[in-house]
């Protein structure tokens, strides 16, 4: 009875990808709380405090404000994901059958707002809506179609073997944190905050295979098709994180911050069908983060360095698995790191430009994936601020994301997978307002 389990096997197997496409850092991971961060690759965000949107990085460094700020700003993200050399191998195609290649791709708007008010010389409260995970990824509806076959008068029962197409499929994946925050300045030097954040994530995703129907005495003589509906999933949920930092001020020049952030488990209720068979609610695992970040002014010039080095304990996402139904799915992911470094130059009353360079490490392991693709990855960041006024900010951002080729084996049992040649690039910029009151 092995072949007649691998169409159930299959459907439970692809759950995975709800959470694993993603194209603009590692995971799922978006870094886009900010035009003026982006601008600079993040680096020194936890301390800067150039705006309001640093309550997103770091609560402590609310402390580092005399007025009340409010911000408001949005970052479009443009990916290209491509998958190439693609083969298809199962029961049916031993030997492996050519699929052609899939470039995807879209763009995404992902908007942020926040204030700050300063209650009094050691209080700071603060409030933002802004996202940390979230991705889309789309692959055409023909896409690797009718690679897979479907024999309904096999002696073993109805067999039927999804195509390649299954690895496809439609995936959107967002987030949305909504936080509030509060500071509290110890003394000259020493700040301390945290905060709660409320998580609120939504996925959609829809598998299907169209199949070439064949009859089991004569299985090379196609006698029709049909789809399969493995999967359809719209759900939502959600979770409460919370996050704590310091900031540590050496001189008006030179300062340092350290913030973590927990992210909870969340679990998507909704539309969770699996071959037609409600599952429950999908249990959603979400990376805690912990960052690192300097800032220094160098004495009597205009240009000042900064940098940040971010953990992303991407440890946490070990598998997929649902409230009911049998359906677990190992991904074995691996802790994940960011190093960036930045430089600001502060040209005149009214401009300021930033420069700015971050590594980011991939956070697959052992397990790959084609809807997957994840690898090591280098930002090159530029951007600007104008200052209207003492009291009225434009900020400008732009980075180019650039990946890697990376070889994947995706398993959906042992005998149906794919390999493939993944890659994903992508551009974003960022335009944000700020004022001070």
């Known amino acids: 009875m092995k072949q007649s389990r691998i169409f159930t096997r299959t459907i439970l197997a692809t759950a995975v990808a709800l959470t694993s496409q993603q194209a603009f850092a590692a995971g799922f991971q978006l870094n886009a709380q900010s035009a003026t961060g982006l601008g600079r690759a993040f680096a ?12 997103a990085r770091n609560p402590a460094a609310m402390a580092l404000f005399d007025k009340t700020e409010f911000s408001v700003g949005v970052n479009a993200i443009s990916t290209d994901i491509s998958v190439s050399d693609v083969t298809y191998y199962s029961p049916t195609s031993p030997t492996g059958t050519a699929v052609e290649n899939a470039s995807n791709g879209g763009t995404t708007p992902v908007p942020n707002i926040y204030i700050v008010h300063p209650i009094n010389e050691k209080f700071a409260v603060g409030a933002g809506i802004y996202t940390n995970f979230g991705t889309s990824n789309e692959f055409s509806d023909d896409w690797g179609s009718n690679t897979g076959v479907l024999i309904p008068d096999h002696p073993l029962g109805v067999v039927a073997v999804p195509g390649a197409d299954a690895f496809g499929g ?36 829809k598998r299907t295979s169209s199949v070439t129907v064949v009859s089991a005495g004569d299985p090379t003589t196609p006698i029709g098709s049909q789809e399969l509906d493995l999967l359809d999933v719209d759900a939502s949920g959600v979770g409460i994180g919370f996050n704590l930092g310091t900031v540590f001020e050496l001189d008006q020049n030179n300062r340092f911050g350290f913030a973590y952030h927990y992210s909870p488990t969340i679990e998507a ?3 969770v069908n699996f071959g037609g068979t409600a599952q429950g609610d999908l249990v959603l695992p979400l990376p805690s983060m912990a960052e690192f970040s300097g800032y220094h002014r ?11 080095v971010q953990w992303i304990g991407w440890s946490a996402f070990d598998k997929l698995s649902a409230t009911d139904g049998d359906f677990e799915k190992e991904y074995a992911w691996q802790d994940g790191w960011h190093y960036a470094i930045g430089g600001t130059y502060y040209i005149n009353k009214n401009w300021e430009a930033r420069l700015g360079y971050m590594y980011d490490t991939s956070a697959q392991d052992q397990i790959t994936s084609i809807s997957v693709p994840d690898s090591d990855r280098q930002w090159f960041s530029a951007g600007a601020s104008y200052h209207i006024s003492d009291n009225n900010s434009i900020d400008f951002g732009i980075t180019y994301l650039v990946g890697h080729d990376v070889k994947v084996t995706d398993y959906l049992t042992e005998e149906v997978y794919v390999t493939a040649t993944t890659r994903a690039d992508a551009w ?3 335009v944000q307002y700020s004022h001070r009151f």
């Open 298 to 308: 160098i004495n009597e010039t205009d240009f000042a360095v900064h940098y940040s």
């Open 428 to 430: 974003l910029y960022g």
């Open 44 to 55: 020194g965000d936890a301390v800067i405090a150039d705006n309001a949107s640093v309550m």
């Open 269 to 271: 209720s909704g539309d």
């Open 170 to 205: 439609v995936t959107n994946v967002s987030s949305m944190n909504l936080a509030l925050a509060a500071s509290y300045r110890i003394n000259e030097q020493w700040s301390i905050g945290g905060g709660l954040d409320v998580i609120y994530g939504s996925g959609e995703l």
